[in-house]
């Protein structure tokens, strides 16, 4: 089932294919020449490069330090941007210590890029001035916009959504925050075209003939926990209150041994969080994870817990992620006019994995995804998609524990 799939009008013509995509990569870390070969041999045999070109890269920090990043993203003729990661997979390949992008180019689509300024001086003006610099000559609101946050910032990735919906109120909203492979992502950084960051956001702004299609999987409904509770004290990401006890009390209360879990034995503790008090409410819950407790007893969520809101705890093994993605993958085949398709998987799911093969959910992606369509995986520092719409505005979710898909 497509879970959100944005109406609009466009100018489609029957059998005309208005964007194209292809994913490309390379192993070599060191030799640059080498690599930019690989890559440009891909090109040449997968697609054929229009008026309008962007490419999103996704590899591992180490492709920064030895400088290929830089020497890859400069000798490209189009805008190259987009996040460190802890795993990938495009057509055919899966692995770790790997380069990838994905491109997209069109005759019929607009690409507009942008890199914000350093977001922890001021975050709203920071969005907002490269959203303007970005879309300069542009009349109406992108059809898609593409985001790519750091995640080493205070800031609950609910916070880049609200700002950049500021400036782009009834545009859908998709991307995934910059990871690593360290326990703290302590080595993640934000590319833009060869410029690496931990505190600016790239971005890409989509016009014209583009209707982008979005698929969200989660954790089984089946897969309920017997722990439910209201949210009666919160602020942003941290939580005060559940049933009016104090958070680290409510976990006392319903049995749980709080004083020898750690926060790693947290983030396998999935919330499906029914977010009634939103003014945008659109029925479908969220998932958060807890990540930790202050002393005061408060617990910290990766991601906004508002006020109100009810949760149910669910449960979720290896098993439970790899049907989840084998199934979002099979809705995927079944679809028409796919394009290209990215996805953005959480890196809790990775971890829910690594007791057998730590790779299997994107190697499910490279194995089953019908050949014909071109696709990017990578594993997600928390996931930014749509989940539907009110009166006609995109409902766009931060969400945790999940697979977030575009399909365009």
Same mark, same amino acid.
């Given at each position: 089932?497509?879970?959100?799939?944005?109406?609009?009008?466009?100018?489609?013509?029957?059998?005309?294919?208005?964007?194209?995509?292809?994913?490309?990569?390379?192993?070599?870390?060191?030799?640059?020449?080498?690599?930019?070969?690989?890559?440009?041999?891909?090109?040449?045999?997968?697609?054929?490069?229009?008026?309008?070109?962007?490419?999103?890269?996704?590899?591992?920090?180490?492709?920064?330090?030895?400088?290929?990043?830089?020497?890859?993203?400069? =000798?490209?003729?189009? +805008?190259?941007?987009?996040? #460190?990661?802890?795993?990938? %997979?495009?057509? /055919? !390949?899966?692995? @770790?210590?790997?380069?990838?992008?994905?491109?997209?180019?069109?005759?019929?689509?607009?690409?507009?890029?942008?890199?914000?300024?350093?977001? =922890?001086?001021?975050? +709203?003006?920071?969005?907002? #001035?490269?959203?303007?610099? %970005?879309?300069? /000559? !542009?009349?109406? @609101?992108?059809?898609?916009?593409?985001?790519?946050?750091?995640?080493?910032?205070?800031?609950?990735?609910?916070?880049?959504?609200?700002?950049?919906?500021?400036?782009?109120?009834?545009?859908?909203?998709?991307?995934?925050?910059?990871?690593?492979?360290?326990?703290?992502? @302590?080595?993640?950084?934000?590319?833009?075209?060869?410029?690496?960051?931990?505190?600016?956001?790239?971005?890409?702004?989509?016009?014209?003939?583009?209707?982008?299609?979005?698929?969200?999987?989660?954790?089984?409904?089946?897969?309920?926990?017997?722990?439910?509770?209201?949210?009666?004290?919160?602020?942003?990401?941290?939580?005060?209150?559940?049933?009016?006890?104090?958070?680290?009390?409510?976990?006392?209360?319903?049995?749980?041994?709080?004083?020898?879990?750690?926060?790693?034995?947290?983030?396998?503790?999935?919330?499906?969080?029914?977010?009634?008090?939103?003014?945008?409410?659109?029925?479908?819950?969220?998932?958060?994870?807890?990540?930790?407790?202050?002393?005061?007893?408060?617990?910290?969520?990766?991601?906004?817990?508002?006020?109100?809101?009810?949760?149910?705890?669910?449960?979720?093994?290896?098993?439970?992620?790899?049907?989840?993605?084998?199934?979002?993958?099979?809705?995927?085949?079944?679809?028409?006019?796919?394009?290209?398709?990215?996805?953005?998987?959480?890196?809790?799911?990775?971890?829910?994995?690594?007791?057998?093969?730590?790779?299997?959910?994107?190697?499910?992606?490279?194995?089953?995804?019908?050949?014909?369509?071109?696709?990017?995986?990578?594993?997600?520092?928390?996931?930014?998609?749509?989940?539907?719409?009110?009166?006609?505005?995109?409902?766009?979710?931060?969400?945790?524990?999940?697979?977030?898909?575009?399909?365009?």
């Amino acid at each position: 089932m497509i879970l959100y799939q944005k109406q609009q009008k466009t100018d489609h013509k029957e059998g005309v294919i208005m964007l194209k995509c292809a994913s490309i990569f390379t192993y070599e870390i060191d030799d640059q020449d080498l690599a930019l070969d690989e890559l440009n041999a891909q090109i040449k045999e997968k697609i054929e490069l229009k008026a309008n070109t962007v490419g999103i890269i996704m590899c591992h920090p180490e492709f920064i330090r030895s400088g290929m990043v830089q020497f890859i993203s400069e =000798s490209f003729p189009f +805008d190259v941007l987009g996040v #460190t990661t802890a795993a990938q %997979a495009v057509n /055919g !390949e899966a692995g @770790e210590m790997i380069l990838t992008i994905f491109i997209m180019t069109s005759d019929d689509v607009r690409f507009k890029t942008g890199l914000t300024d350093i977001l =922890s001086d001021d975050v +709203d003006k920071s969005i907002k #001035t490269a959203h303007e610099s %970005a879309s300069e /000559g !542009e009349t109406e @609101e992108p059809r898609l916009a593409l985001i790519f946050p750091p995640v080493g910032l205070q800031l609950a990735g609910d916070s880049y959504i609200e700002k950049w919906q500021n400036c782009v109120p009834k545009t859908p909203i998709f991307g995934t925050l910059a990871i690593d492979d360290t326990p703290t992502f @302590e080595d993640s950084e934000t590319l833009y075209n060869g410029k690496t960051s931990k505190d600016q956001m790239p971005f890409i702004l989509c016009y014209g003939n583009i209707n982008p299609r979005f698929l969200i999987g989660t954790i089984p409904k089946e897969n309920t926990m017997p722990y439910k509770g209201e949210i009666t004290s919160s602020v942003g990401s941290f939580v005060h209150e559940i049933n009016e006890l104090n958070s680290y009390k409510y976990f006392e209360s319903i049995g749980f041994e709080t004083s020898g879990i750690s926060s790693v034995n947290y983030l396998f503790l999935p919330f499906s969080i029914d977010q009634k008090s939103r003014d945008d409410y659109d029925g479908v819950p969220v998932i958060r994870v807890l990540d930790s407790f202050t002393d005061s007893g408060t617990a910290k969520f990766h991601g906004n817990v508002d006020e109100g809101s009810t949760f149910t705890l669910l449960k979720c093994e290896a098993a439970d992620v790899l049907a989840t993605t084998k199934q979002k993958v099979k809705e995927i085949n079944d679809m028409p006019d796919v394009n290209g398709v990215l996805m953005f998987s959480c890196v809790v799911r990775r971890v829910v994995t690594m007791t057998d093969n730590h790779n299997e959910e994107f190697e499910i992606a490279r194995d089953f995804l019908r050949s014909d369509i071109p696709f990017m995986m990578g594993s997600a520092g928390g996931e930014i998609c749509p989940t539907g719409e009110r009166d006609g505005i995109p409902t766009n979710r931060y969400h945790n524990y999940s697979i977030a898909i575009l399909i365009v």
